[in-house]
T-cell receptor
């Protein structure tokens, strides 16, 4: 069974640009969660999607947005990039989401560098 | 908001030694998960715990869900060089009618051969 796939693995952008990251969950998983990982802050929750609907949202500005498609694939978008957005962005899928006995399975992340 | 206090922040041990790390909180959690992250990769699930008092093993790894539901520990026995990495605990908590996962800040493990 294929794991969670994130593309691209690496991205370099300049301040003010926008970026879209993609995540394909494990087959059959309907929930996709996104996290930002930085050395100082650890894993910070961005949002969770389930059946194309945003179910939970973390404390990030509106520049961070996401969506989920009918095949459960998800994208997240960051507009007007800032230097502080440089981080590893992790996507995780699960059968039913962050509630219930359904652990998250992570992809290998997209390393975003903003210059 | 809920916070998970994971300790220690880092550990330097000799190959063959046993390792213990834990997560504590003032909040009550419904599930505890332990993940390991290797450099350049995403966290990989090691052990999931669903009931207070539950003790679960996965090879040389053993984890327990604290009886108060506010803590969990992970033990690694007879460490080997490939145990190197960052270990994260995560607790699932009910909030505002839904459940969310809260992560600790990680324990960085270095194993000297």
């Amino acid at each position: 069974k294929a794991g969670v796939t994130q593309t691209p693995r690496y991205l370099i952008k300049t301040r003010g640009q926008q970026v879209t990251l993609s995540c394909s969950p494990i087959s059959g998983h309907r929930s996709v969660s996104w996290y930002q990982q930085t050395p100082g802050q650890g894993l910070q929750f961005l949002f969770e999607y389930f059946s194309e609907t945003q179910r939970n949202k973390g404390n990030f500005p509106g520049r961070f947005s996401g969506r989920q498609f009918s095949n459960s694939r998800s994208e997240m978008n960051v507009s007007t990039l800032e230097l502080g957005d440089s981080a590893l962005y992790l996507c995780a899928s699960s059968l039913v989401g962050q509630g219930g006995n359904s652990p998250l399975h992570f992809g290998n992340g997209t390393r975003l560098t903003v210059t | 908001g809920q916070q998970l206090n994971q300790s220690p922040q880092s550990m330097f041990i000799q190959e063959g030694e046993d390792v213990s790390m834990n997560c504590t909180s003032s909040s009550i959690f419904n599930t505890w998960l332990w993940y390991k992250q290797d450099p350049g990769e995403g966290p990989v699930l090691l052990i999931a715990l669903y009931k207070a008092g539950e003790l679960t093993s996965n090879g040389r790894l053993t984890a327990q869900f604290g009886i108060t539901r506010k803590d969990s520990f992970l033990n690694i026995s007879a460490s080997i060089p490939s145990d190197v990495g960052i270990y994260f605990c995560a607790g699932q908590i009910a909030q505002g009618g839904s459940e969310k996962l809260v992560f600790g800040k990680g324990t960085k493990l270095t194993v000297n051969p």
